[in-house]
């Protein structure tokens, strides 16, 4: 029998597993190494010492999950995962959130968008509505949301040698022409498209990458591609429910998984990564060999590893330094009794801190109070934090510039303001069990200004050019991660699920390897718009612009 071929995966979030379970199952040795936990900024945790009684503590995460309808690639290798009692594996641990909340201030103007797949073919006016803008006095659209919808449509039936040319140059506050328009649309088509969903702020991000976005999203919400639900969360905390029976998965297809291991430096010779140098948690260190290997290492510490190899073994990749970073943190608030505030998740148009939630407990198997905590908690109201540099409404500071207990005070106000008003009271300060803010955030409470260690990816205008792709100039080495190129251009899970699928097909296609490649799932393109498309990359290719942009009804006033 011929030496199986050898490949470390450096890196054990979502690209890295992925990675290594697609080589895996085509008869490669396969080694991972992790320094932090399986998952990357996927995994959940928990608060030790919170469970008594034979209780489990109680469930804390890095920000909560979710699996809109646009997500193939990743629900692929999420049948693929063996669950007790699941014939679709861990898949079948997803639940559909039926319903969106666009909360407003002092609840005027919410509204609640039914996004089930219960409720059939939906058409484009009912998305301009789940925008959450406030209407007409007879329910009529505004010319600043028919203006959008126009934003829409030109994305929508842009080349993509636009895409790539034009819109990943133009910011989305350009692009939606949001100089001179109202406050209102501001804020909710133009900063809350990015805010609340990229952690990014208009003005820098790209309208390649929110305009993509929306439009899948978009094309989710109205049934369009593969049936399956536009929103879908999972019925238990993310590792129990996804995460720990991958990696035991791993383990049965025989993949050595190393947690607590550090990759310090490539050795390099020539144009061939012969070896990595690792620090394990008992501080020594030791070298691993192999024929391969698969850098998926976040985006944020592959600076480090350029220094140290990997930037001799393909120069190019230094430009991932110029790639920019921001924060999108989770917050738990622990209740005393069942809020389930929307049956789905909740974007807070007016919250200065970009916030968004879900409760968790009417989503999750089994009687919350019985199983986490100490028997009093009975819900989980889990929060995004996604603007840390706006002052806040009660200290007037931005988060980054308060301490742990006003970064809670100051987002429980801030829900309190959009789902309480005088006839109801959603959120009182007699539910409050207790909080839990992510611990990667650093250094609120001192000594010196605040830091994340799990920030991320933002795709500003032009930074597609600085993302690698999964093939390197070094014949060994293969990229993955959520900021490498790939169909879903947003740092998302399905992005990273990607990046591990091309980084496996790239390291097939080197080795020679007769298997069949793992499918990167491309994005849902509607045959009907197929012709404006190609219309429209004739006029780009002459330098004329889309058959469809016009200027805001506002430029002439």
Request: proline share 6%; hydrophobic share 40%; with cysteine.
């Amino acid at each position: 029998m011929p030496r199986r071929q050898t490949v470390v995966v450096l890196g054990g979030g979502v690209a890295g597993l992925t990675a290594a379970m697609e080589l895996a199952e085509r008869g490669f040795e396969v080694t991972v190494v992790e320094p932090t936990g399986w998952g990357g900024k996927a995994r959940s945790a928990s608060v030790p010492g919170t469970g008594t009684g034979g209780r489990l503590d109680l469930p804390s995460e890095h920000g909560f999950r979710f699996f809109p309808g646009f997500y193939r690639s990743l629900p692929d290798t999420m049948r693929r995962i063996p669950f007790p009692g699941s014939p679709s594996g861990v898949e079948g641990n997803l639940r559909e959130a039926p319903q969106m909340l666009s909360a407003r201030s002092g609840r005027i103007g919410e509204t609640v968008t039914d996004v089930s797949s219960a409720a059939g073919a939906r058409t484009p006016l009912e998305i301009l509505r789940a925008r959450g803008m406030r209407l007409g006095a007879d329910g009529e659209l505004s010319e600043e949301l028919l203006y959008f919808a126009n934003r829409m449509l030109v994305y929508m039936t842009s080349s993509t040698e636009r895409r790539l040319g034009q819109w990943e140059q133009t910011s989305w506050w350009d692009y939606t022409a949001a100089d001179g328009a109202s406050e209102e649309y501001r804020k909710v088509c133009v900063v809350g498209a990015t805010r609340t969903v990229v952690a990014a702020r208009a003005e820098v991000c790209s309208t390649h990458t929110v305009g993509g976005f929306l439009e899948a999203f978009g094309y989710g919400f109205l049934g369009r591609g593969e049936a399956q639900s536009a929103d879908r969360v999972l019925n238990a905390p993310t590792s129990a429910a996804w995460i720990d029976p991958w990696v035991r998965h791993l383990e049965t297809l025989g993949v050595r998984l190393r947690l607590g291991w550090r990759v310090e430096r490539l050795t390099v010779r020539g144009r061939t990564v012969t070896g990595a140098v690792l620090r394990g948690p008992d501080g020594r260190q030791r070298e691993a060999d192999a024929d391969w290997y698969v850098c998926a290492l976040p985006v944020d510490r592959i600076g480090a590893l350029l220094e140290h190899g990997l930037a001799e073994a393909d120069p190019e990749l230094k430009s991932t330094t110029d790639l920019r970073t921001d924060w999108m943190v989770g917050l738990q608030f622990y209740l005393t009794e069942p809020t389930p505030v929307t049956r789905g998740h909740v974007i807070y148009q007016d919250s200065p801190w970009a916030l968004t939630s879900i409760s968790q407990a009417q989503f999750w198997d089994g009687d919350f109070r019985s199983t986490y905590g100490d028997g009093t908690v009975a819900d989980c109201l889990s929060v995004d934090i996604s603007s840390w540099d706006t002052p806040g409404i009660l200290y007037g500071k931005p988060a980054r510039d308060c301490t742990r207990a006003e970064v809670a005070a100051e987002v429980w106000a801030q829900l309190a303001d959009a789902l309480n008003d005088t006839h109801r009271r959603t959120l009182h300060d007699g539910l409050l069990h207790s909080w839990q803010l992510d611990p990667a955030v650093r250094n609120l409470d001192g000594p010196g200004p605040a830091t994340n260690d799990e920030a991320l990816l933002i795709n500003t205008t032009g930074s597609w050019a600085l993302r690698p792709r999964a093939v390197t100039a070094a014949a060994n080495l293969f990229m993955a991660g959520d900021f490498v190129r790939c169909p879903v251009n947003l740092a998302t899970m399905e992005g990273a699920n990607q990046s591990g699928r091309a980084a496996a097909n790239a390291l097939l296609a080197a080795c020679g390897h007769p298997a069949e490649p793992a499918v990167v799932h491309a994005l849902y393109e509607p045959e009907e718009l197929r012709r404006l498309k190609e219309v429209d990359a004739e006029l780009y290719r002459i330098g004329r612009a889309h058959i469809l942009d016009t200027p805001p009804p506002w430029a002439a006033r």
